[in-house]
T-cell receptor
Framework: GAVVSQHPSRVICKSGTSVKIECRSL??????MFWYRQFPKQSLMLMATSNEGSKATYEQGVEKDKFLINHASLTLSTLTVTSAHPEDSSFYIC???????????FGQGTRLTVV | KQEVTQIPAALSVPEGENLVLNCSFT??????LQWFRQDPGKGLTSLLLIQSSQREQTSGRLNASLDKSSGRSTLYIAASQPGDSATYLC????????????FGQGTTLQVKP
C-alpha cells in the first residue's frame, strides 16, 4: 500500500512555544491531506483539510490561527501548533489518499506533550 | 450528516475464538467503509476497504461485510490470536466524499493466551 510518513513521532515542548509536524506522501502525490487529533481513549476527530496551493479548510471549533497548516508541495503538508498549551497535548495524525474514493493511508502519528 | 458508531467499546476473548466487531453508520449513501487497526500509541494500519458496490472483503483471517440498507458493517476475525489485540476502528466518508473520514469510537480487543 501507499506510504505516508509523519515526523516527529514524539515531541515535548514548553508551554508558549510552537511545534511543527510534517506529513509526507512517499510514493504518491496528494493534493489533499487530512489532519486528525486523538485524545486519550477517544477516537480520531478531523481537524482540517490541507489543500495544496490553497488555504486549509478547518472543521468547526478548530482555531485556524492556532493550528497553522501549509501544503506547499504535492507530497508535504505541515501542521504548526502555535503557542502550545498543556491542553493541546494530544496525538496528531495525518492521512492522504492516492486518489479519490480509495483507501486512506495514515502516518505514524505524533505524540505532542506540552509541559 | 454521517455518524459512525461501534459496539462494544471493549471485548476480551480467549485465543482461538472467532469474533465479530460491529460498526453502524447513519447515511446509507456511503461511498466506502474502511476498517483500521491501531496499536497503543501508534498510527493506523488499514485492514480492509469496502466499496459501496461490494458486500464483503477478505484478507487472511479477516472478513469485512457491508450492508448499506441496514447501515451496518462487521469485521469478522477468525481464530483470534494474542497478536490481534489492538483497537479496531471503522470509518466512513461523509456524503461529500472529499477523502476525509468519520470515525467510530473503536473497539478495544484483548485476546488472552
Amino acid at each position: 500500500g501507499a506510504v505516508v510518513s509523519q515526523h516527529p513521532s514524539r515531541v515535548i515542548c514548553k508551554s508558549g512555544t510552537s511545534v511543527k509536524i510534517e506529513c509526507r506522501s512517499l510514493d504518491f502525490q496528494a493534493t489533499t491531506m487530512f489532519w486528525y487529533r486523538q485524545f486519550p481513549k477517544q477516537s480520531l476527530m478531523l481537524m482540517a483539510t490541507s489543500n495544496e496551493g490553497s488555504k486549509a479548510t478547518y472543521e468547526q471549533g478548530v482555531e485556524k490561527d492556532k493550528f497553522l497548516i501549509n501544503h506547499a508541495s504535492l507530497t508535504l503538508s505541515t501542521l504548526t501548533v502555535t503557542s502550545a498549551h498543556p491542553e493541546d497535548s494530544s496525538f496528531y495524525i495525518c492521512s492522504a489518499n492516492p486518489g479519490t474514493a480509495t483507501e486512506a493511508f495514515f502516518g505514524q502519528g505524533t505524540r505532542l506533550t506540552v509541559v | 450528516k454521517q455518524e459512525v458508531t461501534q459496539i462494544p467499546a471493549a471485548l476480551s476473548v480467549p485465543e482461538g475464538e472467532n469474533l465479530v466487531l460491529n460498526c453502524s453508520f447513519t447515511d446509507s449513501a456511503i461511498y466506502n467503509l474502511q476498517w483500521f487497526r491501531q496499536d497503543p500509541g501508534k498510527g493506523l494500519t488499514s485492514l480492509l476497504l469496502i466499496q459501496s458496490s461490494q458486500r464483503e472483503q477478505t484478507s487472511g483471517r479477516l472478513n469485512a461485510s457491508l450492508d448499506k440498507s441496514s447501515g451496518r458493517s462487521t469485521l469478522y476475525i477468525a481464530a483470534s490470536q494474542p497478536g490481534d489485540s489492538a483497537t479496531y476502528l471503522c470509518a466512513a466518508p461523509p456524503a461529500s466524499n472529499t477523502g476525509k473520514l468519520i470515525f467510530g469510537q473503536g473497539t478495544t480487543l484483548q485476546v488472552k493466551p
